[in-house]
């Protein structure tokens, strides 16, 4: 049986609400309201894991990162979001802070998530890397651009200024 595409419109009401239906398939559900967080200890842990969860989302469909930036907020995000806001800010981050740091791991993890898809079409390219002899640093470096070792590095970059801003905030409460 073919299906024709004009079909899928019977199911979505427009492109958008199709692109939206899709991204939320390959994102997968979000955690219930109601599910627990670590105590505000945990805050690196999570931070961690939901920055993991969401590049392991992006890379697993072919252009799932663009599929899943030309998609909508659904209001589950937005719950979730204000609930790992709420939840920094038990970790003594500030509300700005808190939503502050979501919206740069989630922008580090969209553009690490698109420079993977972008290796692939260099696979296909024929052309995956360049002879890294001519550039002797970044063949010492040792590093992909696409590896998750790579990947990895960079989040906890990110989070080590999380806790320096936490470690700073508590010093300056302590001579005060």
């Known amino acids: 049986m073919r299906v024709q595409a004009s079909a899928l419109y019977y199911h979505f009401a427009d492109k958008q609400e199709l692109l939206d239906g899709m991204a939320a398939a390959v994102v997968g559900p979000m955690p219930s309201p109601d599910a627990p967080f670590p105590g505000p200890e945990g805050w690196r842990e999570l931070l961690r894991a939901i920055g993991q969860g969401m590049r392991t989302a992006m890379l697993s469909r072919r252009d799932g990162v663009r599929l899943i930036l030309s998609a909508r907020p ?14 920094l ?12 740091a979501f919206f740069t791991i989630s922008n580090y993890v969209q553009g690490c998530a698109l420079e993977a898809q972008q290796e692939d079409r260099w696979r296909e390219a024929k052309d995956p890397h360049p002879d890294l002899d001519a550039y002797p640093t970044l063949r010492d470096a040792g590093l992909s651009p696409f590896d998750d070792e790579l990947f990895a590095a960079g989040l906890d970059l990110i989070l080590d200024a999380l806790q320096m801003t936490l470690q700073t905030r508590n010093l300056e409460r302590n001579r005060s």
Request: zero cysteines.
């Open 74 to 87: 659904a209001a589950s995000q937005r719950e979730f979001l204000d609930r790992l806001v709420s939840f």
């Open 89 to 100: 800010v038990g970790a003594g981050f500030t509300p700005h802070e808190g939503a502050v």
